[in-house]
């Protein structure tokens, strides 16, 4: 049974920096997207990126683009998302999952019951 675990969240200022850690075991994850989702209180999850096998595809949501940098590393199947210059609307918890394409990830149709996530909380 696969599982997924997030690590990394914290409270931080605005303009502040955190690196987010996807750590994926028990499953398949090869040949598969990772991508990162959050979800703010109140409202639905939502995407913020993901990234291919070979990395050569990466994708991002308009919100985090620029500023939140998604990489992988295979030999650990562990995922990241370094998250730059956070503003309090990007306070949310923060989940990881494995996708079979860019088009369904970004849909949010993914591959793995979500975990735990972690909490990024931004304070103005």
């Known amino acids: 049974q696969a599982q997924l675990v997030e690590s990394g969240g914290g409270l931080v200022q605005a303009g502040g920096s955190l690196r987010l850690s996807c750590a994926a075991s028990?499953?398949?994850?090869?040949?598969?997207?990772m991508g990162w989702f959050r979800r703010a209180p109140g409202k639905e999850r939502e995407f913020v990126a993901a990234?291919?096998?070979?990395?050569?595809?990466?994708y991002y949501a308009v919100s985090v683009k620029g500023r939140f940098t998604i990489s992988r590393d295979n030999a650990k199947n562990t995922a990241y998302l370094q998250m730059n210059n956070l503003k309090p609307e990007d306070t949310a918890v923060y989940y990881c999952?494995?996708?079979?394409?860019?088009?369904?990830?970004?849909?949010?149709?993914?591959?793995?019951?979500w975990g735990q996530g972690t909490q990024v909380t931004v304070s103005s």
């Open positions: 999952n494995a996708g079979s394409s860019g088009p369904a990830i970004r849909s949010g149709s993914v591959k793995y019951s």
């Open positions: 990234i291919s096998w070979s990395g050569d595809a990466i």
């Open positions: 028990g499953g398949t994850f090869g040949n598969y997207l």
